[in-house]
């Protein structure tokens, strides 16, 4: 009973942040956005604000194919949009199955999903556009691989724009569209249509047989309290971290503290509360990395990663940081959400481990002083939704569509989701639904991460991987000139796009 008191609390919780966050813009803005409907329609649609998929007017567009990209080839997180099945008594798959059909019927409509590998995506847009005839209307694909590229071309519709998407309805994330947006431009789109965007958020899985059979402290009271920082979780990786078998190597067999990867332990990296970007009232990125604040963080995540072999990068030793974490092999492990249920036959999922419970922990603070816990949602992976920019007519239908398929999704989907892939099928203890809590609340974005501006995303990921923190300082003057060329020239195109 107390495990699902916690669990219904946390669902409350949830739907409050989430509607919180979508009516954030202010409910005087709710019905600025009405749909574009016949002249016999309009005193129709000036009615209450649409805040239920039911207030949403139903237009009848005579059976026209809406078509939907999808990303594949993420064997790590699932993308899950459509399935083939109802009434399966599997209640995500059930709830997306219903979803769908409920839109199609409304509307009159099929939805048609098609998968396209990931990091192809923009080369097909691009070719179709080019030739006057895109086969899609939507797209869920990575920010930086597929949408990223196709944004300063125009081929992305800025959703700010669309008459008849609004913005400012719950189900959508408002805290996403103000970090993603640029000079008031939203091409990445982020609400309760996917589950992949939620699941991308950078945790830290914890060992909770190890903690114990060393006697370390408890991780749970320091997040509550916020003394859960990088000192201390490097104090406990101390005490765990051993070589198994005595040979003087250190190798996938043996024991370590943390374990993670180039990418996720650059991920980590974000706890500290720093980017590379932010953005001013006018809605401009500018360049932060070059502060004092910054470079700080940047040689003490260097040193916290390559202490005394308490840290290992999983690929360096032929393995994966989520296998070795499954297998007992660490005490810590930076990785994403999405592994407590990776799909089957997927990389590893924290749900295939039955030997040991594992909790979860936000990446921790830089330290004390740092107000909040930070996870970051990275900028060149995250899945998002986007708009491809076709003519008018079928812009103002999918602006239609896309609404209803996410006033659909925060009835129908995210409440089974809730229930069926946040349970103690897969989280292990009460303490780590708070944690999941704090994760999604304080999410960050960085667009360096995004656009690449420079390679200078890549290029500092390199400097933590190889411990070079000495070289940040004289990195950054020797490369901030031409990244700050590579972001104008970017913002330039992007101001132009009418």
Same mark, same amino acid.
């Given at each position: 009973?107390?495990?699902?008191? /916690?669990?219904?609390?946390?669902?409350?919780?949830?739907?409050?942040?989430?509607?919180?966050?979508?009516?954030?813009?202010?409910?005087?803005?709710?019905?600025?956005?009405?749909?574009?409907?016949?002249?016999?329609?309009?005193?129709? /649609?000036?009615?209450?604000?649409?805040?239920? =998929?039911?207030?949403?007017?139903?237009?009848?567009?005579?059976?026209?194919?809406?078509?939907?990209?999808?990303?594949?080839?993420?064997?790590?997180?699932?993308?899950?949009?459509?399935?083939?099945?109802?009434?399966?008594?599997?209640?995500?798959?059930?709830?997306?199955?219903?979803?769908?059909?409920?839109?199609?019927?409304?509307?009159?409509?099929?939805?048609?999903?098609?998968?396209?590998?990931?990091?192809?995506?923009?080369?097909?847009?691009?070719?179709?556009?080019?030739?006057?005839?895109?086969?899609?209307?939507?797209?869920?694909?990575?920010?930086?691989?597929?949408?990223?590229?196709?944004?300063?071309?125009?081929?992305?519709?800025?959703?700010?724009?669309?008459?008849?998407?609004?913005?400012?309805?719950?189900?959508?994330?408002?805290?996403?569209?103000?970090?993603?947006?640029?000079?008031?431009?939203?091409?990445?789109?982020?609400?309760?249509?996917?589950?992949?965007?939620?699941?991308?958020?950078?945790?830290?899985?914890?060992?909770?047989?190890?903690?114990?059979?060393?006697?370390?402290?408890?991780?749970?009271?320091?997040?509550?309290?916020?003394?859960?920082?990088?000192?201390?979780?490097?104090?406990?990786?101390?005490?765990?971290?051993?070589?198994?078998?005595?040979?003087?190597?250190?190798?996938?067999?043996?024991?370590?503290?943390?374990?993670?990867?180039?990418?996720?332990?650059?991920?980590?990296?974000?706890?500290?509360?720093?980017?590379?970007?932010?953005?001013?009232?006018? *809605?401009?990125?500018?360049?932060?990395?070059?502060?004092?604040? =910054?470079?700080?963080?940047?040689?003490?995540?260097?040193?916290?990663?390559?202490?005394?072999?308490?840290?290992?990068?999983?690929?360096?030793?032929?393995?994966?940081?989520?296998?070795? =974490?499954?297998?007992?092999?660490?005490?810590? *492990?930076?990785?994403?959400?999405?592994?407590?249920? /990776?799909?089957?036959?997927?990389?590893?999922?924290?749900?295939?481990?039955?030997?040991?419970?594992?909790?979860?922990?936000?990446?921790?603070?830089?330290?004390?002083?740092?107000?909040?816990?930070?996870?970051?949602?990275?900028?060149?992976?995250?899945?998002?939704?986007?708009?491809?920019?076709?003519?008018?007519?079928?812009?103002?239908?999918?602006?239609?569509?896309?609404?209803?398929?996410?006033?659909?999704?925060?009835?129908?989907?995210?409440?089974?989701?809730?229930?069926?892939?946040?349970?103690?099928?897969?989280?292990?203890?009460?303490?780590?639904?708070?944690?999941?809590?704090?994760?999604?609340?304080?999410?960050?974005?960085?667009?360096?991460?995004?656009?690449?501006?420079?390679?200078?995303?890549?290029?500092?990921?390199?400097?933590?991987?190889?411990?070079?923190?000495?070289?940040?300082?004289?990195?950054?003057?020797?490369?901030?000139?031409?990244?700050?060329?590579?972001?104008?020239?970017?913002?330039?195109?992007?101001?132009?796009?009418?």
């Amino acid at each position: 009973m107390k495990k699902l008191m /916690a669990l219904l609390l946390l669902v409350a919780v949830i739907s409050a942040l989430i509607l919180a966050c979508g009516n954030e813009k202010g409910s005087e803005n709710i019905s600025d956005n009405t749909p574009d409907l016949p002249a016999d329609d309009i005193d129709a /649609a000036k009615l209450e604000p649409l805040i239920t =998929f039911d207030s949403l007017p139903a237009i009848d567009y005579e059976g026209i194919e809406f078509v939907i990209a999808n990303m594949s080839g993420y064997t790590w997180l699932d993308v899950t949009l459509e399935v083939e099945a109802a009434d399966t008594g599997e209640m995500l798959n059930d709830a997306i199955y219903r979803r769908n059909r409920i839109v199609e019927e409304k509307y009159n409509i099929m939805l048609k999903f098609v998968d396209i590998q990931y990091n192809t995506m923009a080369n097909k847009v691009r070719n179709q556009m080019r030739a006057g005839d895109c086969e899609y209307d939507i797209m869920q694909m990575p920010m930086g691989f597929d949408v990223m590229p196709l944004t300063t071309e125009n081929y992305i519709a800025d959703a700010n724009k669309l008459a008849n998407l609004n913005l400012s309805n719950p189900w959508w994330d408002d805290f996403a569209h103000k970090s993603t947006s640029i000079a008031g431009k939203q091409f990445y789109l982020f609400g309760d249509f996917t589950i992949a965007d939620k699941e991308y958020a950078t945790v830290i899985f914890l060992n909770r047989a190890m903690q114990q059979e060393y006697g370390l402290p408890n991780f749970y009271e320091m997040a509550y309290n916020g003394t859960w920082t990088i000192d201390k979780m490097l104090e406990s990786m101390k005490v765990v971290t051993k070589d198994v078998d005595g040979d003087g190597k250190w190798t996938k067999n043996d024991q370590y503290g943390f374990v993670i990867n180039v990418h996720s332990g650059w991920m980590t990296f974000y706890g500290a509360g720093e980017t590379m970007v932010k953005k001013d009232a006018n *809605d401009m990125p500018y360049w932060t990395m070059n502060n004092e604040s =910054f470079v700080n963080a940047f040689m003490k995540m260097c040193e916290f990663m390559n202490t005394n072999n308490t840290t290992v990068d999983a690929f360096k030793v032929g393995s994966h940081q989520d296998t070795m =974490f499954a297998e007992g092999k660490a005490l810590f *492990d930076s990785t994403l959400l999405s592994a407590v249920r /990776a799909p089957e036959g997927g990389t590893q999922s924290m749900r295939d481990v039955e030997q040991w419970d594992f909790g979860i922990l936000p990446p921790p603070k830089l330290d004390e002083k740092q107000e909040n816990y930070y996870s970051l949602m990275d900028g060149t992976y995250s899945p998002c939704i986007s708009v491809l920019n076709n003519d008018s007519e079928r812009l103002a239908r999918t602006a239609v569509i896309l609404e209803a398929l996410n006033a659909k999704s925060s009835e129908e989907v995210q409440p089974k989701y809730k229930e069926y892939a946040l349970p103690m099928k897969f989280i292990r203890d009460e303490e780590s639904f708070d944690m999941v809590d704090i994760i999604l609340q304080n999410r960050i974005f960085d667009l360096a991460g995004t656009y690449n501006w420079g390679g200078m995303n890549d290029k500092l990921k390199d400097l933590l991987s190889k411990n070079k923190a000495g070289e940040i300082v004289s990195f950054i003057e020797k490369n901030i000139a031409k990244a700050d060329a590579a972001m104008s020239k970017d913002i330039e195109n992007i101001l132009d796009i009418e």
